[in-house]
């Protein structure tokens, strides 16, 4: 049978309009429909005559409330046009969802694995460095590589405020971060600069370190175009084959730089490859950079040299590792203060029972019927993958083992002798918990690594909290 027109008022336009089957209530449209059915309903209210008007758009904020006074019929098998303003959304069944997203809202630190900087115990290392030097000998700093894990800016302000003259770092960018923080000190780069990262280093002032004529010819060309003084140091290669000029190139170096009216030279300087293990190698350097001119300055003293007393005859003291509270040397110095403490949280306390495996690739089994905590710290955030199975934590002064392989940002640590321990908990890779400690050093023996490994690897991303 035909479809039938649908009686409406006088006053709207009459349709032909399709009818769902007879079997299929049709509660949902308020007039009446004869038998007759099309096998499309409708879906879409652009679809229905004109009495049946779209729902009402409003601009108001407090839409939820009202709509539950309401009474708009349902519409459950007509599917909801896309709107195309999201501050302008339809109401019933076309209303969307609340955004999940709030552009205004600041994202929280991540305080489930974090790092706490003790700038006391900065000011107390910087002091016993500075103790049995010379007055004359000044301070060069080195907070390279975001300080070695510890913060580049924070350090160096805490640095500078105790009286550090000078400061070096690795790149031409972390220089330039030290300027924008307002650090007005002379800056060494101590790494080797490349000709595009030049101007922007002429701009702020920075001393660029020259290791070959190569290195050197570039600069000067570049320092003629910018019409800026190029402030530079020289380095002499003594043994380590890694930067610096060797005893014959020194001398053409020292002599180029001489004759070019664009460069100030500030000094020189060499590296001591291993002044915290072979004292015989680090003599024959210290033999070798005899050969540097005795009327500019001079450094080539790391915390190593420092702590080891050596015969001190160099303008500066560059002390890196010992700043930050690590002995370089074989042998404890109790005169040194950890600054970086390395803490984190348990997120899950579980049992795991006798014969189970643990973490990935199924490497370590229960030995017995264990209480196992998972802790929000993995390879991600810089704990070494190589303490798999092998490393320790400090749980409420208690020295906790790792179970099987370090994760990307999870660890699993065996507490069955810790029954306290709960979620939330704080957990201490670095620093103290009762009366225990852990150091970068005890993290990097267990890692079969050394401490600046261990430091510098700690994920510049993690929140870093100074006291």
């Known amino acids: 049978m ?32 004869p038998a007759a059915h099309s096998p499309s309903p409708p879906t879409h209210w652009r679809e229905f005559p004109k009495t049946h008007n779209p729902p009402p758009r409003i601009s108001s904020p407090r839409w939820p409330a009202a709509r539950s006074n309401l ?34 809202m600041k994202v929280p630190p991540d ?8 700038t006391s115990a900065l000011r107390h290392n910087l002091r016993t460095l500075r103790r049995g030097l010379p007055r004359k000998v000044r301070v060069l700093a080195v907070v390279k590589d975001d300080a070695y894990g510890h913060g580049l800016i924070p350090v160096a302000r805490t640095l ?45 002032r920075l001393t660029l370190t020259l290791s070959s004529l190569t290195e050197a010819r570039e600069l000067a060309r570049t320092a003629r175009r910018a019409r800026l003084p190029a402030l530079v140091q020289a380095k002499l290669d003594t043994g380590m084959n890694r930067l610096g000029a060797n005893p014959v190139e020194f001398s053409e170096l020292l002599l180029f730089i001489a004759r070019q009216p664009p460069f100030k030279l500030l000094g020189t300087f060499t590296h001591l490859a291993c002044a915290d293990s072979n004292p015989a190698f680090t003599r024959r350097q210290l033999l070798r950079s005899s050969l540097l001119p005795k009327n500019l300055p001079l450094h080539w003293a790391n915390t190593a040299a420092l702590l080891s007393r050596l015969p001190f005859a160099s303008t500066h003291a560059r002390p890196g590792l010992g700043l930050y509270g690590s002995n370089p040397l074989a042998r404890s110095s109790p005169r040194l203060k950890p600054v970086l403490s390395w803490k984190s949280r348990i997120l899950v306390v579980r049992s795991v029972a006798r014969g189970e495996s643990i973490s990935y690739g199924a490497t370590f089994r229960a030995p017995r019927n264990l209480k196992v905590a998972t802790v929000a710290t993995g390879y ?29 940002d999870m660890t699993l640590l065996d507490v069955t002798r810790l029954p306290s321990a709960r979620r939330g908990q704080e957990v201490v890779w670095i620093g103290r918990s009762g009366s225990l400690t852990r ?21 510049p991303a993690l929140p870093r909290h100074i006291s």
Request: neutral net charge.
């Open 160 to 204: 500078n405020q105790a009286g550090c003259e000078e400061f070096g770092v690795a790149c031409v960018a972390e220089g330039v971060q030290l300027r924008q923080a307002g650090i007005r000190q002379p800056i060494l780069v101590l790494g080797s600069t490349l000709p595009f990262e030049f101007p922007l280093a002429l701009r702020h």
């Open 439 to 459: 150091t970068a050093a005890d993290l990097a023996r267990e890692a079969g690594t050394i401490p600046w490994e261990i430091l510098t690897r700690i994920h």
């Open 2 to 33: 035909p479809a039938a027109a649908i009686s409406l008022p006088p006053t709207t336009r009459t349709e032909n309009f399709p009818v769902p089957p007879p079997s299929i209530p049709c509660r949902n449209y308020p007039h009446s429909f």
């Open 111 to 118: 305080d489930r694995t974090w790092c706490e900087i003790s």
């Open 71 to 104: 009474n708009l019929p349902s519409l459950p098998f007509i599917s909801a046009p896309p709107s195309p303003r999201p501050d302008n959304p339809f109401f019933g069944s076309h209303a969307p969802s609340p955004s999940p997203y709030d552009s205004s």
């Open 380 to 408: 991600a955030h810089g704990l070494p993958r190589s303490l798999s199975s092998r490393g320790h934590a400090l749980i409420q002064g208690r020295l906790c083992p790792i179970l099987g392989r370090v994760t990307m």
